[in-house]
């Protein structure tokens, strides 16, 4: 469980913006890992974005890892072994952390909801009354340049 | 949102629903509050240690004074395993003579001081070593492979590792006396 | 002597604004206008003394006078004349300085301009504003006070922070500060309706243009805050979701909500309630943010000394909030709705949607942010949440509010009949179809990419239509066209403003877009003479040069680039060396360009010059995302004109037309 749930920490932001091509460089694949894991020295950068020496120290770890024959998975779990859950840059979701996955999206969901509601319940009072045609931009400025002369 | 969206009805309901439940907008915000008040008592930078207790990584590293020093050859002892910087001021700077003291006082009684240098080079790293007399064994780790093993994240950290080969107890920052005298008798003290 | 006439300056300041903020609440209260004058009068002296003491600052600073404390720890003999300068706001209490006197400007400004004009909301809008500055004023007394002392006097500073030795330094904070400061006055004057009970639409009426500049200054201090990451942290990148960016994001969001709902309540007057909670947190959000980077709760790139100042900064976050809304609970039920909503396809629904995912957008960050320190109160484990977990939930939400800006400003009011969907949207929403598959074969093979491609020219089609069509109706009358253009964007600046912005935003999304999906980097160890090939560009090492500036020391790296075998430029990345830092500053250079930018950040190096370890990145289209905050500018710039005079008229308007929008 844990481990398909880091495979989908891994994999999801890799969809997102596009699947590497089948048969990717080593390279990118230790990128898209080090994208994934907290540079331990700096404020918030991934492994991958950091300048400093650390990074590039846990760069050449990741590389040698992925060398020696691991899995991206496995790679990650090493380094959650070693620093804990902290380590990952988003939260794994499970347990406690589906709460800052699924809220903004349930919140989104009702949201929806509430509007939806809302102007059903309101449209159902005014269907009887009639609505004057909107007007389009071109009909509008025709208006105003007609409205201005009148007015002078 | 309820109130002005549904006062033009003539229903009581929704009314009474605001009137009731008015008060919950600036309630709410409390929890909030209590959760960053909190935040005063936490260190952000504070990360802890998942693995005190379990069996320490085994290295090998390439000493300053040459030959090499392998963890596993210090089994049976008491191993106090420093990571410093020579670029790590000022704590480094101040935690050099306590454990150089450390080790001339525990040295004949089944305790180990390691010293691994990391992200360093060799020259700034040696002259740390003479400007604080060091004797203890030391050596760099280039390819920062030993602080991973660690879940290093900053310098200095130390870490005490009884004789069965287990972490014990990380400690971030300048090593102290107090300190490294009560940790090192807590695990003499268990025997093997 | 300088800090204690500093000091006691903020402290006679701080009594004037909290004298003067009580004054005119008693004398709006009591109707007795002679208070109300004495509170006037305080203000323009908390004015004087604030401005005072900051000309005292940075006379301070260039003279040299290290008896100031936050002149030693800020500045050293070898900074920079201007760098001098701008270090009044490069720490915590010359932060807060800043801030001050932005709101006492602000303040002046408000009673220049409403003292006259606004005479219900006038007194309550001065108390709360000076009430806020009172509070900024105390921060500036006990926790942080910038006039202290600093004795034995040392005969050298300890510098300035090397990263704040950039062009986006002086800039970054004021424009930042300017919005952050700015939506206090819509505060202020909601505050006010709220308390003398005429919550109709008058207060977002006169505080529109407050808001527009504000969001403005925001929007540029972000665009400003990402410039400066990417041309000096040395990592590459503009945004990296760090708890200081998201603290000014936050109020940015729930801002630019806030400016689109009122143009929901203005028509039909409904959402007041909701307008008023929008504006509340916007501006809690804003001291929340200050909050967050001073309080030392969460670990940021941006975070200043703590100490006492977050319980203060907690203490009015809770101030703020429990009394705006308990006002709000108390005198909610005056807020009436005075009209409906008839249909869901309709720009009523439209408005409400961009609000929904701009708060959703909002309550993300807001909640990734705070997650760590949840998750550690909760569960005792720290936790981190970063780019990968926001950029997943927020890249979908934004590609929403990019569709929502192509439908809202061309759907009907009320309801929107098939035909006139048909009209506004079958042209547009063919173009992003046609646009789609056009990039397919173009090779655009990223699923997210392409749609926002898309969206982004159906969002441009529908703007060029609405223009093109409404200068079309001028034409007709015999106009000619760049008159007709002209003319049209000067009497419907407000609408035609807005489009300029949407279309900055489109610009900014494109180079967001670009950047995140087609650059790529390498990295790599080179022996002099070596070089490493990227894209089309070759770059070479040459060697490296040492040399000694006024407060550091510089390896700089020569690199020759070439393009295709042509010579393009020699560039100069380097490593600087602070002697107050543990860790050399990145100094990157690049080659800017339209459609990439050549990115070198040089890493370790040999001692002798032998070998360097360099980064190269080609960032694409990243110049579209400044080219777009310009563009921004423009639209701001076009919004808050004054609206030219209307003739007056017997007849009365036409439904949902003839104002500009």
């Known amino acids: ?152 | 949102m309820n109130s002005q969206l549904v006062s033009t009805l003539p229903a009581k309901d929704p009314r009474r629903l605001w009137r009731r439940g008015k008060w919950a907008i600036p309630l709410s915000i409390i929890p909030l509050l209590v959760l960053l008040a909190y935040g005063f008592w936490t260190d952000p930078r504070a990360i802890p240690s998942p693995l005190v207790g379990k069996p320490a990584a085994p290295f090998s590293v390439a000493l300053f004074d040459g030959g090499r020093l392998n963890l596993g050859d210090l089994k049976g002892k008491v191993v106090v395993l420093n990571f410093w910087a020579s670029w790590c001021y000022p704590a480094c700077y101040e935690e050099a003579p306590v454990l150089e003291r450390g080790w001339q006082t525990w040295k004949d009684r089944d305790v180990v001081v390691v010293g691994v240098d990391i992200q360093d080079t060799e020259e700034p790293a040696r002259k740390f070593l003479k400007q604080f007399s060091i004797t203890f064994p030391n050596g760099p780790d280039p390819t920062g492979k030993i602080s991973v093993d660690y879940g290093v994240y900053g310098v200095p950290e130390t870490f005490f590792i009884d004789r069965a080969g287990r972490i014990r107890k990380k400690h971030v920052g300048a090593v102290t006396d107090d300190v490294f005298t009560r940790e090192v008798a807590r695990l003499l003290k268990e025997g093997s | 002597m300088t800090p204690e006439i500093g000091y006691a300056m903020t402290a006679v300041a701080l009594g004037l604004a909290l004298y003067g903020s009580a004054a005119c609440a008693i004398g709006a209260r009591t109707n007795r206008p002679v208070l109300i004058q004495s509170a006037q009068h305080a203000a323009i002296g908390t004015f004087v003394l604030i401005g005072a003491a900051m000309l005292l600052l940075v006379y301070a600073f260039l003279t040299f006078d290290f008896s100031v404390r936050y002149v030693a720890t800020n500045t050293n003999r070898g900074t920079p004349f201007y760098y001098r300068i701008t270090a009044l706001w490069g720490a915590l209490e010359g932060s807060i300085i800043l801030w001050s006197a932005m709101l006492s400007l602000y303040t002046l400004l408000i009673i220049v301009r409403y003292r006259s004009r606004q005479a219900e909301f006038y007194p309550w809008v001065l108390s709360v504003m000076l009430g806020i500055l009172a509070f900024f004023l105390l921060v500036m007394t006990i926790p942080a006070p910038p006039f202290e002392r600093l004795a034995p006097i040392p005969p050298d500073g300890r510098g300035l922070n090397p990263l704040l030795e950039d062009t986006g330094m002086i800039t970054h904070p004021v424009a930042l500060y300017l919005g952050f400061t700015g939506f206090t006055v819509p505060f202020a004057f909601a505050m006010a309706a709220l308390i003398t009970g005429r919550t109709g639409d008058e207060w977002m009426r006169v505080t529109r243009r407050w808001t527009i500049v504000a969001w403005y200054f925001l929007s540029l201090g972000l665009l400003i805050g990402g410039w400066w990451s990417y041309h000096v942290l040395g990592w590459g990148g503009y945004w990296a979701w760090d708890p200081v960016e998201n603290a000014a994001f936050m109020p940015w969001l729930t801002g630019t909500a806030f400016l689109h709902s009122v143009m929901i309540q203005e028509r039909r007057r409904i959402l007041k309630l909701w307008n008023l909670t929008l504006i509340i947190l916007t501006f809690g959000l804003t001291i929340f943010g200050t909050f967050l980077t001073r309080s030392g709760i969460l670990s940021s790139v941006h975070s200043f000394t703590q100490g006492s100042i977050g319980a203060f900064f907690l203490g009015f976050i809770a101030l703020v909030l429990l009394g705006a809304f308990g006002l709000v609970a108390a005198r909610g039920d005056r807020l009436r709705a005075e009209g409906e909503l008839d249909s869901i396809v309709s720009r009523e629904s439209a408005f409400l949607l961009n609000n929904l995912f701009l708060i959703a957008a909002a309550f993300t960050v807001f909640f990734g942010t705070i997650f760590p320190l949840l998750s550690e109160a909760i569960r005792g484990v720290k936790v981190s949440v970063g780019a990968p977990f926001f950029n997943l939930v927020n890249i979908p939400i934004f590609l929403a509010l990019i569709l929502l800006m192509g439908v809202g400003p061309l759907i009907a009011w009320r309801r929107a009949s098939l035909d006139n969907l048909r009209r506004n949207f079958l042209a547009p929403v063919g173009a992003g179809i046609l646009a789609a598959g056009v990039f397919r074969l173009l090779g655009v093979a990223n699923a997210l990419a392409l749609t926002c491609l898309s969206l982004v020219v159906f969002v441009a089609a529908t703007i060029v239509l609405d223009f093109y069509r409404a200068t079309g109706a001028r034409l007709q009358t015999g106009e000619r066209l760049l008159p007709a253009m002209g003319g049209l964007l000067m009497r419907q600046n407000r609408r035609y403003g807005g489009f300029v912005v949407h279309l900055g935003i489109l610009v900014v999304a494109l180079g967001v877009t670009g950047s995140q999906a087609w650059s790529i980097q390498t990295e790599s160890t080179l022996r002099r003479g070596e070089a490493l090939q990227i894209g089309q560009y070759n770059v070479r090492f040459d060697g490296l040069a040492a040399s000694e500036e006024s407060n550091h020391f510089k390896v700089t790296g020569t690199f020759t680039v070439t393009n295709n075998g042509h010579a393009l430029a020699v560039m100069t990345p380097a490593k600087k060396f602070y002697p107050q830092e543990q860790t050399p500053i990145a100094a990157v250079d690049y080659l800017m360009g339209l459609r990439e930018d050549l990115y070198l950040v040089l890493g370790d190096f040999a001692r002798d010059g032998s070998q360097a370890t360099v980064k190269v990145q080609l960032n694409r289209f990243v110049t579209l995302i400044w080219i777009g905050g310009f563009i921004l500018t423009l639209g701001a710039a076009l919004a808050i004109l004054p609206e030219p005079r209307k003739a007056p008229s017997p007849l009365s308007s036409p439904p949902g037309g003839e104002r500009a929008g």
Do not use: H
């Open chain 1, 1 to 152: 469980m844990r481990r398909a749930a880091l495979a989908l920490a891994l994999l999801l932001p890799v969809l997102a913006w596009g699947a590497p091509p089948p048969g990717a460089v080593n390279e990118e694949t230790v990128r898209q890992i080090a994208a994934q894991l907290r540079c331990v020295v700096c404020q918030n950068l991934s492994v991958a974005d950091s300048p400093s020496e650390m990074a590039n120290q846990m760069r050449g770890i990741i590389r040698e890892r992925l060398q020696g024959g691991d899995t991206a998975e496995q790679v990650m779990a090493y380094f959650v072994d070693k620093y804990g859950e902290w380590i990952l840059l988003s939260p794994p979701p499970r347990g406690f952390n589906l709460l800052v996955w699924t809220l903004p999206f349930a919140g989104i969901g009702g949201g929806l909801l509430v509007i939806l509601m809302l102007t059903r319940r309101w449209s159902r009072r005014t269907r009887e009354r009639p609505v004057a045609e909107p007007v389009d931009p071109a009909t509008r400025e025709r208006i105003r340049r007609e409205m201005t002369e009148l007015g002078q």
